[in-house]
């Protein structure tokens, strides 16, 4: 299980395992897989000799060595113009003489006409200068001439694909589609595409699904929700789920399931940094809900909201059901603050004023919430230089753990990758999972007993 990070370790303690979007298999996109891993005392299991003793994998993309699965318009010349059936065939040349790796024959290309032209195709075939087909069904590396089948038409906004932003032939909502998506047991339908996932995901244990949205690659942010049940017949199957509203179109935001008030809390992000979102699955005045099924931004929030944050991490506090938020881009005015949103009550609380030996600032960071140590539970942070750090909800005071080994063989260390390192509670054991890197080595566990004795704040 590999990752270049930007996503959560989400903990699902209704099935014991945990789950992560593992991204870098070192091509030159991603490979969007999904891996579990279960919750074990591993302190009493011998070590593991291989990754496949840890991690499952779930699914992904079925990229292989189809990486490049979308051109953009700087690439291509048009040239036959697109008609609204979806028996036309699409003609493009390569301006940049040629493929340089198989072309897929499944997905979504950006013409980058005036018009915000996005063309899903399904078959592609190599022609020749004179545009006779070469290759019937493939397009290998260094096709100059392709003809794209089997087409489906919609607008790409400068944040992701949809349908109604502008009319189109089929008014369909396209995607950049996985050229061959795959479960554990094979070939799926569907697939969310390559991108940095952030912190969009989550558990959600109402339905028993894993959901993700947003997300983003180098080009443009995503706007498509997704969800993928983790037990009964569908269970590891990806399915899209439609909103009314197309979700936030952002970057670096992050999301976290309510389990209370039964909804997906999203907020910030680069390009709206203050904005509060909730995926509702019911009609709720009272905390933002006014549509079902459907992203709803909730105003007359009230308290002192955290401000602008994009990078930032999150943790659900099961002992008062609120979301803690942490962290930050070092361009967030308070990122090294804590803040608690209560959805119930509409409203921002900060909670920490500098009280103890606070942590440096830092984006993405990993954290978990503890509801066994303290009065009100905690928030740990392993941080990005190697050290531990314990935030006491009752007393908001922070407290550095230098009682914890994290260098040399005694602990993780400092972060390998700072934005690819995560913590995670498994409430069987009550022990901290703490991954530093991709493979074996990495994965860290720390009992939470030995969190329950230490220095007093300072």
């Known amino acids: 299980m590999h990752s270049n990070g930007w996503t959560t370790l ?19 996109t991603f490979a969007n897989a999904w891996w579990a891993m279960p919750w074990k005392d591993w302190r009493r299991t011998q070590k593991p000799a ?72 399904q078959a592609c075939d190599q022609a020749d200068r004179h545009d006779k087909v070469v290759t019937l069904g493939n397009c290998p590396a260094g096709s100059a001439r392709l003809i794209l089948r ?40 569907a697939h969310p595409s390559d991108q940095h996932p952030v912190r969009d995901s989550a558990y959600d244990s109402a339905r028993k699904r894993i959901w993700t949205f947003g997300g983003y690659n ?27 509203t197309l979700q936030p179109a952002e970057a670096e935001s992050g999301g976290i399931y309510d389990p209370v008030h039964d909804v997906i809390v999203r ?8 904005a509060l ?22 105003g007359g929030v009230r308290g ?42 509409r409203t921002w609380t900060p909670l920490s004023f500098g009280k103890g030996t606070e942590p440096p600032r830092q984006k993405f960071p990993a954290i978990a919430f503890d509801p066994a140590r303290g ?29 914890i080994a994290s260098a040399g063989s005694g602990g993780p260390g400092p972060c390998e990758i700072p934005n690819a390192c995560y913590l995670a509670y498994d409430s069987l054991h009550d022990q901290f999972v703490y991954l530093g890197k991709s493979g074996v080595p990495a994965v860290w566990v720390l009992p939470g007993a030995a969190l329950s004795a230490g220095p007093s704040p300072r």
Not at 267 to 274: A, D, E, H
Not at 283 to 296: F, T, Y
Not at 324 to 338: E, K, M, R, Y
Not at 387 to 401: H, I, M, N, P, S
Request: with cysteine; glycine share 12%.
């Open 10 to 28: 989400l903990a699902d303690p209704d099935h014991q395992q945990f789950y992560i979007f593992g991204m870098d298999n070192g091509l030159v």
């Open 50 to 121: 291989s990754e496949k003793q840890v991690w499952t994998f779930l699914s992904d993309c079925g990229t292989g060595t189809l990486a490049h699965h979308s051109i953009h318009g700087d690439h291509l010349t048009l040239i036959h113009a697109l008609g609204a059936s979806a028996t036309d065939s699409l003609e493009i040349g390569l301006a940049d003489g040629g493929l340089q790796r198989p072309f897929p024959q499944e997905g979504t290309i950006v013409l980058q006409d005036p018009a915000g032209e996005a063309v899903q195709y």
């Open 150 to 189: 089997h087409l489906t038409r919609g607008y790409l906004s400068a944040a992701g694909y949809s349908a109604g932003g502008r009319e189109h032939a089929d008014g369909i909502i396209v995607h950049e589609a996985c050229p061959a998506p795959r479960n554990m047991n094979g070939p799926i339908a």
């Open 218 to 244: 180098e080009v443009y942010s995503l706007r498509e929700t997704w969800y993928m049940p983790v037990e009964g017949k569908e269970a590891y199957h990806w399915f899209r789920f439609l909103t009314p």
């Open 267 to 274: 907020y910030g992000g680069i390009y709206t940094p203050t």
């Open 277 to 298: 979102w909730l995926l509702c699955f019911a009609k709720d005045a009272s905390i933002g809900c006014s549509r079902a099924n459907d992203w709803n931004q909730v």
């Open 304 to 345: 002192s909201a955290p401000g602008p944050r994009f990078g930032y991490s999150l943790a659900w506090d099961s002992r008062s059901n609120r979301v803690l938020i942490f962290g930050g881009d070092h361009s967030n005015p308070t990122a090294g603050q804590v803040y608690a949103y209560d959805v119930g009550a």
């Open 375 to 403: 009065r009100e539970g905690s928030l740990l942070l392993y941080a990005a230089e190697g050290a531990l750090y314990q935030f006491d909800l009752a007393t908001k005071t922070w407290v550095k753990r230098p009682d």
